[in-house]
T-cell receptor, first 112, second 118 residues
Framework: GAGVSQSPRYKVAKRGQDVALRCDPI?????LFWYQQALGQGPEFLTY????????KSGLPSDRFFAERPEGSVSTLKIQRTQQEDSAVYLC??????????FGQGTRLTVV | AQTVTQSQPEMSVQEAETVTLSCTYD???????LFWYKQPPSRQMILVIR??????QNATENRFSVNFQKAAKSFSLKISDSQLGDTAMYFC???????????????FGQGTILTVHP
């Protein structure tokens, strides 16, 4: 497709369950970012890939969060043993360094 | 660390009128990029306009323009001839220049909810 695609759009997880969120970036985009957006807030940076290399993971809130991009294209954000505070929208973006990032529609995660 | 501040939680405007959204930021960098993003209820973050700090000329994209005041670290967005479809949350964002370790990473403000009334 022409844009950044994320799946699933919505995910409800029971507390303690593991989840995996997928991001398909725009074809050819070297950079890929994950952000976490709490309700009514601006997105907060989680992690950054350049091709398959994870260059910055300073925003990951705990060791329960793990991201990978093994072939430099599709990326997966995994959250282990989900907690209620993990409930948020998770946004993926790819870019065009200096040109701004292009975002997907996000995955809304609700932990119950 | 960079910070981005949007001091207007909510704004409203009548259709066809002009509205200005405020943004200030703090950085020790000399070169950087600034962006305005729009997020409608669909959650899709849409790039509205970008500004490179080394360019003195204010960026313009159709009905959208910015007032970039580098010394004051201010980056406001002006929307002219407002349309109902402009109703959304607007985020101001900062990005460090190339060569920095976190190049590409965006730091967002808290957002401003804009409502355009018919």
């Amino acid at each position: 497709g022409a844009g950044v695609s994320q799946s699933p759009r919505y995910k409800v997880a029971k507390r303690g369950q593991d989840v995996a969120l997928r991001c398909d970036p725009i074809s050819g985009h070297v950079s890929l970012f994950w952000y976490q957006q709490a309700l009514g807030q601006g997105p907060e940076f989680l992690t950054y890939f350049q091709n398959e290399a994870q260059l910055d993971k300073s925003g990951l809130p705990s060791d329960r969060f793990f991201a990978e991009r093994p072939e430099g294209s599709v990326s997966t954000l995994k959250i282990q043993r989900t907690q209620q505070e993990d409930s948020a929208v998770y946004l993926c973006a790819s870019g065009s360094l200096g040109g701004g990032a292009f975002f997907g529609q996000g995955t809304r995660l609700t932990v119950v | 660390a960079q910070t981005v501040t949007q001091s207007q939680p909510e704004m409203s405007v009548q259709e066809a009128e002009t509205v200005t959204l405020s943004c200030t930021y703090d950085t020790s960098e000399n070169n950087y990029y600034l962006f305005w993003y729009k997020q409608p209820p669909s959650r899709q973050m849409i790039l509205v306009i970008r500004q490179e700090a080394y360019k003195q000329q204010n960026a313009t994209e159709n009905r959208f323009s910015v007032n970039f005041q580098k010394a004051a670290k201010s980056f406001s967005l002006k929307i002219s001839d407002s349309q109902l479809g402009d109703t959304a949350m607007y985020f101001c964002a900062f990005m460090k220049p190339s060569g920095s370790t976190s190049y590409g990473k965006l730091t967002f403000g808290q957002g401003t909810i804009l409502t355009v009334h018919p």
